[in-house]
């Protein structure tokens, strides 16, 4: 069975820094697809990022963009010029490839302050 | 064009009731998951309905069942509540592109 860890339960930033979430996985899965979602008060799961595993090229979305390790099993999120809106859970998933099911970690509290 | 919807927002029950929660999915999907998301944790996989049918299935007991309707939309239903059982049930619809799921807003299910 595949599990997702995410070592940091809360971490602060302030408004315009830079932040980097944490995030490690196992499997012994070659194909697989890792996420990043976010999960504002308003409980809506909203994706980040996705990265296909047999790509080495880094996934980036405007603000957002990751460090995937695939030997070290680690995907980490950075988030720039951080923005007051950032402020959610953040989650790290996994998912196989050929199944559609997803495997989450805890996830990481992200408060970003004035 | 409409995302995943979900209803009731919020649901209050007591032990040993039965709860219905529904969820339409995005349009254009045809594959529907569920997922439990306790207090303070991560979502975790109940099951999953394609054509009808399912498909996958997590570590939940036989409590927890579904279904999928002609029109992909799906009902979670679980059978004599436990307090445990309280918690933010997430619907998430997804085509038959892999790895892209879409979530609703959920339903929190509180049992007494």
């Known amino acids: 069975a595949q599990t997702v860890t995410q070592s940091q339960p809360e971490m602060s930033v302030q408004e315009a820094e830079t932040v980097t979430l944490s995030c490690t996985y196992d499997t012994s899965e070659n194909n697989y697809y890792l996420f990043w979602y976010k999960q504002p008060p308003s409980r809506q799961m909203i994706l980040v990022i996705r990265?296909?595993?047999?790509?080495?090229q880094n996934a980036t979305e405007n603000r957002f963009s990751v460090n995937f390790q695939k030997a070290a099993k680690s995907f980490s999120l950075k988030i720039s010029d951080s923005q007051l809106g950032d402020t959610a859970m953040y989650f790290c998933a996994f998912m196989n490839s050929g199944y559609s099911t997803l495997t989450f970690g805890k996830g990481t509290m992200l408060l970003v302050s004035p | 064009d409409a995302g995943v919807t979900q209803s009731p927002t919020h649901l209050i029950k007591t032990r040993g009731q039965q709860v219905t929660l529904r969820c339409s999915p995005k349009s254009g999907h045809d594959t529907v998951s569920w997922y439990q998301q306790a207090l303070g944790q991560g979502p975790q996989f109940i099951f999953q309905y394609y054509e009808e049918e399912e498909r996958q299935r997590g570590n939940f007991p036989d409590r927890f069942s579904g279904h999928q309707f002609p029109n992909y939309s799906s009902e979670l239903n679980v059978n004599a509540l436990l307090l445990g059982d309280s918690a933010l049930y997430l619907c998430?619809?997804?085509?038959?592109?892999?790895?892209?799921?879409?979530f609703g807003p959920g339903t929190r299910l509180t049992v007494l």
């Open positions: 998430a619809s997804s085509s038959i592109l892999p790895g892209l799921q879409y």
């Open positions: 990265q296909e595993a047999y790509k080495q």
